[in-house]
């Protein structure tokens, strides 16, 4: 909810209620305001709803044992599920969205982009090409041009470098590529 007074404070809609039916100012600045100036602001509602989707969808991938009998696949589903929306939660209190690195879509060997990601950053850093991504087990890449971080995808494992800073140690190595994401951009952005 935002009114437009020249603060142009947000407030959460039963705060702003219940404040109004009190008091007809706002509630930071104190200028004077009517209830027909205000109007929901639902892009925090659907932005939490698709991160809520997308957690759900990551840990549908993540479960590749099958559980022994129907009970269980539904009791691991649950606290997966609950997991990771905690942990979506405590996130997206402690960290907002903008904070996060923006990696490009990932690309495979099978893409036709691939081929020019993969000269973009030879062309940036020829030892970081050379020592951690002309591989042959490379299976995807995924590159944050205005970080100037790679994500190279071998064994399973996701690593993370800094292009421009030519062979030297991994920013980090993740299974899931959101769990890197997330944790370097809590290091770069804190």
């Given at each position: 909810?935002?009114h ?59 479960e590749?044992?099958?559980p ?37 879509a ?12 993969m ?72």
């Open positions: 909810m935002r437009n007074v020249q603060c142009n404070a947000s407030f959460h809609l039963q705060c702003i209620e219940t404040w109004l039916e009190n008091n007809l100012s706002c509630p930071f600045c104190r200028v004077e305001v009517s209830r027909d100036n205000f109007f929901v602001d639902n892009n925090l509602r659907e932005g939490l709803e698709e991160l809520q989707q997308k957690a759900l969808e990551w840990a549908q991938q993540r590749n044992i099958a022994q009998n129907p009970q269980q696949a539904s009791d691991e589903n649950c606290d997966t599920t609950n997991r990771e929306k905690q942990s979506l939660e405590s996130t997206h209190t402690k960290m907002p969205a903008k904070q996060l690195l923006q990696f490009e990932g690309v495979t060997p099978k893409d036709k982009k691939f081929s020019k990601e000269e973009a950053i030879k062309k940036a850093d020829l030892r970081l090409f050379q020592q951690h991504v002309n591989k042959d087990n490379v299976k995807e890449i995924r590159i944050d041009h205005i970080h100037h971080i790679v994500a190279v995808k071998k064994s399973g494992d996701y690593h993370f470098y800094q292009i421009g800073n030519g062979s030297g140690p991994s920013l980090g190595r993740f299974k899931h590529f959101h769990s890197g994401v997330e944790d370097i951009s809590r290091r770069i952005f804190s």
